[in-house]
């Protein structure tokens, strides 16, 4: 039954698939009759003098094709790697700087909230205390932190490490103090009848139980980082998968702008499948 159902739900996504590719090829079918061709020799002529190509403007108008944006893939994924300098370099190279950002920030943000969250679930008073310090940051856009770290840190890929961390800790911390706190009490009691040490417990009882819990945090957190690292990049510039797309746009390139924007769809998926993967891992089913 359930392989039936993931069969039908795969032959619908390829169908929706083939449906959105299908109005995208006839959105994008040339016109008739383009601008420059309703214009008489005089006025192409006249608007040439003021600065305008109609005839250029006529190529380049309009949304990319179908064909468009395959050879724009064949054409990035052929030499992914390529370094031209600063303004020219290849979408591997300029993913393989994002992730690494989104990899250091996220990966101290853990390191921070995963012991934080685990005293405050296990110590009402503490949460209480820290409560209303969260609730203030908790709501804060990660890109209003962005001038504050240009100021202090005076470098714009520790700026946007960050950004990322400062983003990723909320969802951590908070998920991580909610699952500490609502480990079975009968299992607890049974650790106290036992006698267990308290790191044993801690280690044996309460980070199994809420290790889910902490998993889905890890999740969200790094969905947050994914999407603010893009917009991070495209302000400060220099390197990442952000500033290809805003470089491409300057270059009026739309064909790579899209290009790029499906490069971070697939990579989120990816980041995202994996915190899947390992929630289903550590989720204990009775």
Avoid at 3 to 17: D, F, I, K, Y
Avoid at 159 to 166: D, E, K, R, T
Avoid at 264 to 271: D, E, R, W, Y
Wanted: glycine share 8%; net charge positive; proline share 6%.
């Amino acid at each position: 039954m359930k392989t039936s159902l993931r069969a039908r739900a795969a032959l619908l996504s390829v169908l929706l698939l083939f449906v959105l590719l299908a109005i995208w090829h006839v959105a994008t079918l040339p016109k008739s009759v383009s601008p420059a061709a309703a214009l008489t020799p005089e006025q192409i002529e006249y608007a040439k003098l003021l600065g305008k190509d109609p005839q250029a403007e006529a190529k380049s108008e309009g949304f990319p094709t179908l064909s468009q944006l395959g050879a724009a893939i064949a054409a990035n994924l052929r030499q992914p790697f390529y370094d031209n300098g600063p303004n020219d370099k290849g979408i591997g190279i300029q993913l393989a700087h994002s992730l690494a950002r989104v990899g250091l920030g996220f990966g101290i943000a853990a390191l921070v909230a995963v012991p934080l969250g685990f005293l405050v679930g296990m110590s009402p008073l503490l949460y209480r205390a820290l409560d209303p310090f969260i609730q203030v940051l908790k709501p804060i856009s990660p890109l209003a932190w962005m001038p504050l770290a240009l100021y202090t840190i005076k470098d714009s890929s520790i700026s946007g490490v960050f950004v990322i961390f400062i983003c990723s800790i909320w969802p951590m911390l908070i998920n991580t103090a909610f699952g500490v706190a609502n480990v079975r009490r009968e299992w607890l009691a049974v650790a106290r009848t036992l006698e267990v040490s308290h790191l044993r417990r801690a280690f044996e009882v309460i980070l199994p139980a809420a290790a889910p819990t902490i998993v889905t945090g890890m999740r969200i957190s790094m969905g947050i980082a994914w999407l603010v690292i893009v917009a991070a990049e495209m302000l400060v510039g220099g390197t990442g998968i952000g500033y290809f797309v805003w470089n491409e746009w300057n270059n009026l390139s739309l064909t790579n702008v899209i290009f790029a924007i499906l490069v971070i769809g697939v990579v989120g998926m990816a980041l995202d499948a994996l915190f899947a993967r390992l929630q289903k891992a550590v989720t204990y089913v009775e």
